[in-house]
Nanobody, 121 residues
Framework: QVQLVESGGGLVQAGGSLRLSCTAS????????MGWYRQAPGKQRELVARITTGTTTNYADSVKGRFTISRDNAQNTVYLQMDSLKSEDTAVYYC???????????????WGQGTQVTVSS
């Protein structure tokens, strides 16, 4: 199995910045995609940003130009730099990793426990 440990959430004023980190461990041969999702109260979980092994990225329209996703393959870690935060960014942020446990086999779809981001206006 794959375990994910997230960090970096917290309380910040509108216009401020936060950086989220997520490190994967466990039975990992190769990590394909890494990403961040968020879920605000009363809303469905939504994609924030994803990054492939080759650093191809895609972002939700609402965060383009403000958030940057990156990854450190040697450390099995994905980051989310969040700048110019708005109150509507308030949510629980979840890390997601698609990892192969071996050269052959099914992809593990792993989720972190979530980290709270609160942006005060």
């Amino acid at each position: 199995q794959v375990q994910l440990v997230e960090s970096g959430g917290g309380l910040v004023q509108a216009g401020g910045s936060l950086r989220l980190s997520c490190t994967a461990s466990g039975r990992i041969f190769r990590i394909n995609e890494m990403g961040w999702y968020r879920q605000a109260p009363g809303k469905q979980r939504e994609l924030v940003a994803r990054i492939t092994t080759g650093t191809t990225t895609n972002y939700a329209d609402s965060v383009k130009g403000r958030f940057t996703i990156s990854r450190d393959n040697a450390q099995n870690t994905v980051y989310l730099q969040m700048d110019s935060l708005k109150s509507e960014d308030t949510a629980v942020y979840y890390c997601n990793v698609l990892a192969l446990p071996g050269r052959y086999g099914l992809v593990n779809n792993a989720w972190g426990q979530g980290t709270q981001v609160t942006v005060s206006s």
